[in-house]
């Protein structure tokens, strides 16, 4: 087994931390132990995964595994004896974690709070799980029983349980640190409270996580999880500068602090942290996303619930914060795109450990002092040993234990469920099959996506986000006339959804019915053209008319309004291509590969731009770069074989072919035609100048 480049590792999570905040804090001289962190390793934007809730990324943190592998897919689950609802649970997960990787491996590993760890698995250290602080009793002197399976080992909840704190426990005091005028609120506000029950939350888990660290057994990872950034922000971060309209100035002087100082209290706690794990501890500290904190925060105030919880979620930037440093980090390293599921594949390479081949994630093997060397195993799953995760017995469906339940109703062997209930079954099932959707969709999987979703649009027919999905898969799977069939009658009863509006002009684009597709673009336009969301869609949209002036004039938009976006800078390398202004193209591909180096496309297109201009070598190295993030890309192996075929190297040119061809047979998605706006369209006619 390789020698261990990290004597003891901690990974730290801050639900929600976001590199924006924390640069503007370091600018004030403020949050020194995080600052000396990165100032000693590497620091860099983490990308998400969709869709953005915590149990869901947290999950796939701990797994490297998309959600459809580890199985956790909603806050919330069915109870398996059928009677509501639980928080989602790690009975549920049916993967290894990197706990129980640990813990069969012989390390010591303890971990704190991590989302749907209840209840606690026997592990090879200390578990707290995500419910060990529930059930604080209203009064201040109740009896507080430590609620069971929030503690392994089990004999160390008593040893835990003071380390709780009620929000009663949170004194005027306390809260006057994060609201200094907390005299001048009115004793109607209810956001104090609400604030005192985040801040005793968050002191409870880093009293545990002290602990956990400092107890006296051989622990080679600790894990600690932080929610309070995240759970505070959907509270207060509309009081922070710049005001928004809605925020009266009293209320952004009275709360315009509290963002600013919760990200304090959590730089204070990883100096204690640190303190306790000792000085040759390497740290692994991230987000699973970030959050909006300037002109793109929405408003969530006087909104109906549904509404409500679509606008939360729209709080969530897409680049969360990752820093590594100490032992075994290459310091100053520059981490190219890493995402969430890189995470315990780096952290096994930390600590010298083989990666799971089953793994979505890579190791980020250029932030490792020395690199790696590439160990691997097929899977972590078929290895025996005593992980600690719950017997076969304990682990299930929860929704297939609630059909079970529901059959043996249907059978007249029991009573049926209350009606509320079965209601709030049913909710969750397809909140989770919706949210499995989403996977499936954004990890390149739209056919597995379709069936769900077309279930989910016919048993909900006026549900806009599952029209908008539906469109999306329709159209990436090149099912333009299915697409058109599907959302026509949708549009036509809900005209102001302008997302599937646009969905249906771009597929009525694609089936040739152009003039119909332009003249419903017009209309949209002339109507929802401000709404800055949708200024990529508006290009994309463009550019499969052909109208490619109108396409630049949006995506140049798109890429004011976020520079750190890579992909208006893929849609004007598109749009340089199709115009033939190949240097323009090439300089458009490499913009958006130092935005975020993993983004296929630009590779692909920067290809195709230096094929046309004459720099074949370029153009199949670009190829083969593109090639390695997203195998499945046909017209790239096309381009290949027909460049290395005229360079001369024939054995590269037959393999590139013969992939490309085996892509082809095994395709479930039709052919493009040449008119394609995608690479496709210059394959067919290769420059003969390459």
């Not at 969709?441 to 908008?468: G, K, V, W, Y």
């Not at 593109?626 to 381009?639: E, K």
Request: aromatic letters at 6%.
């Amino acid at each position: 087994m390789p020698h261990r480049r990290a004597k003891k590792l901690l990974i730290v999570g801050w639900d929600a931390a976001d590199w924006i905040m924390i640069d503007a804090l370091f600018a004030q001289g403020r949050m020194p132990n995080l600052k000396r962190l990165v100032d000693a390793g590497a620091r860099a934007d983490l990308a998400t995964l969709e869709p953005k809730l915590s149990p869901i990324l947290w999950s796939s943190i701990a797994t490297g595994k998309t959600a459809d592998k580890h199985g956790i897919l909603n806050f919330v689950e069915a109870n398996p004896a059928g009677d509501g609802l639980r928080v989602s649970s790690s009975t549920t997960r049916r993967t290894k974690a990197l706990w129980n990787i640990l813990s069969q491996s012989g390390m010591g590993v303890h971990t704190v709070s991590w989302y749907a760890s209840h209840p606690a698995e026997a592990i090879n250290g200390i578990c707290v799980t995500n419910l060990f602080q529930d059930g604080a009793p209203e009064a201040g002197r109740a009896p507080w029983p430590v609620l069971a399976g929030s503690v392994h080992p089990d004999q160390l909840a008593g040893a835990f349980a003071p380390d709780r704190i009620a929000a009663s426990g949170v004194s005027r005091k306390d809260l006057a640190e994060f609201i200094p005028s907390l005299g001048l609120v009115s004793a109607k506000d209810s956001r104090p409270a609400m604030l005192a029950k985040q801040l005793a939350r968050l002191r409870t888990v880093h009293a545990a996580g002290l602990r956990a660290v400092r107890a006296p057994m051989p622990c080679d990872c600790a894990m600690v999880f932080y929610e309070t950034i995240d759970t505070v922000g959907h509270h207060f971060m509309e009081f922070l500068p710049p005001k928004m309209s809605h925020v009266s100035k009293d209320e952004a002087r009275l709360y315009g602090e509290v963002i600013p100082r919760v990200y304090d209290a959590h730089d204070a706690a990883l100096g204690e942290l640190l303190s306790a794990a000792g000085p040759d501890t390497t740290v692994l500290l991230l987000s699973d996303h970030g959050f909006h904190s300037g002109g793109e925060r929405p408003v969530t105030r006087h909104l109906n619930e549904l509404d409500r919880a679509a606008a939360e979620a729209s709080w969530h930037r897409p680049l969360g914060v990752l820093v590594l440093s100490g032992p075994g980090v290459a310091r100053g390293a520059k981490i190219h795109s890493p995402t969430l599921l890189d995470i315990t594949p780096t952290a096994l390479a930390l600590l010298g450990l083989p990666v799971g081949a089953d793994m979505d994630g890579r190791v980020l093997a250029e932030a490792l002092d020395g690199g790696w060397d590439r160990d691997e195993i097929p899977s972590w799953d078929d290895r025996d040993g005593p992980s600690g995760m719950h017997e076969a017995a304990a682990s299930q469906n929860p929704f297939e234990s609630a059909d079970a339940l529901k059959q043996l109703i249907d059978l007249g062997y029991m009573p049926a469920l209350a009606g509320n209930v079965e209601a709030s079954l049913a909710l969750a099932r397809r909140e989770s099959q919706a949210n499995l959707a989403v996977v499936y969709m954004t990890t390149s999987r739209p056919q597995l996506a379709l069936p769900i979703l077309r279930t989910l649009l016919h048993d909900n027919p006026d549900e806009s986000r599952f029209a908008i999905n539906l469109g999306n898969c329709l159209m990436a799977t090149r099912a333009h006339d299915e697409c058109v069939g599907e959302l026509r009658p949708f549009f036509e009863r809900h005209t102001e959804c302008v997302e599937v509006g646009i969905q249906l002009a771009a597929s009525l684009a694609q089936t040739g019915a152009r003039d119909e597709a332009a003249r419903l673009a017009d209309d949209l336009e002339g109507t929802h053209l401000g709404r800055a969301n949708l200024a990529l869609a508006w290009a994309d949209l463009r550019g499969m008319l052909g109208q490619w002036d109108r396409a630049v004039a949006r995506y140049t938009r798109a890429k004011e309004q976020d520079p750190a976006d890579p992909r208006p800078l893929v849609g004007l390398a598109r749009a340089a291509l199709y115009t033939r202004e190949w240097d323009a193209a090439v300089e458009h591909c490499l913009d958006a590969c130092e935005i975020r180096h993993s983004t296929p496309e630009a590779h692909d297109f920067l290809g195709v731009a230096l094929a046309w201009l004459g720099d074949a070598p370029h153009a199949i190295q670009s190829f083969e770069i593109a090639l390695s993030m997203q195998p499945g890309l046909i017209d790239a192996h096309r381009f290949v074989a027909t460049l290395a075929a005229r360079a001369g190297d024939h054995a590269k040119a037959k393999t590139h072919a013969d992939a490309a061809a085996s892509l082809r047979a095994r395709a479930t998605i039709p052919e493009p035609p040449p008119e394609s706006w995608g690479p496709a369209a210059f394959t067919a006619a290769t420059p003969s100048t390459a």
